[in-house]
């Protein structure tokens, strides 16, 4: 595999845990792995406001108590991203495809990113190369309109 989700009735510290070793090769040195944890949710301030030894701790507790880790990390590292994640509601899909139809009669604007149709860093690209092919679609007409008498 490569990582796991909590939902949040597990009631868990940890949001996901990643396994970014087996996604991408060279990560880790031979005979390590390399874990991200993500920790925090939409409205627990916690995890953005609370000290770095607390949350390594609850992290290295949980990580032992669902995948047996025993040994102490290698390293850590805390990075901060505080409101980067989209948390959508109900009706988001709705609310995105309403959006999409808008842009019709919006000619040459394009959007992209983790907020409309997944957060994962593949869906992220995915919705860039859209917009991307679509502006390039866009542009080409424009510029032959433009060669036409």
Not at 11 to 22: F, L
Not at 36 to 60: N, Y
Not at 93 to 119: I, K, M, N, Q
Request: aromatic share 8%; net charge positive.
């Amino acid at each position: 595999g490569y990582g796991y989700l909590n939902p949040r009735s597990a009631k868990r510290t940890v949001t996901a845990c990643s396994w970014s070793s087996s996604k991408f090769r060279g990560r880790a040195p031979p005979g390590a792995v390399l874990l991200r944890a993500f920790v925090g949710r939409d409205h627990e301030a916690e995890a953005d406001t609370g000290e770095d030894a607390i949350i390594l701790a609850a992290v290295a507790d949980e990580l032992r108590d669902v995948l047996g880790i025993r040994a102490a990390p290698l390293w850590t590292r805390v990075h901060r991203w505080p409101r980067a994640m989209p948390q959508y509601v109900v009706g988001h899909a709705e609310t995105v495809r309403a959006v999409e139809r808008a842009l019709g009669s919006v000619p040459g604007l394009f959007l992209a990113g983790h907020s409309y149709h997944g957060v994962g860093i593949p869906d992220t690209i995915r919705t860039a190369e859209e917009a991307a092919r679509s502006a390039l679609a866009y542009l080409r007409i424009r510029r032959e309109e433009k060669e036409v008498p």
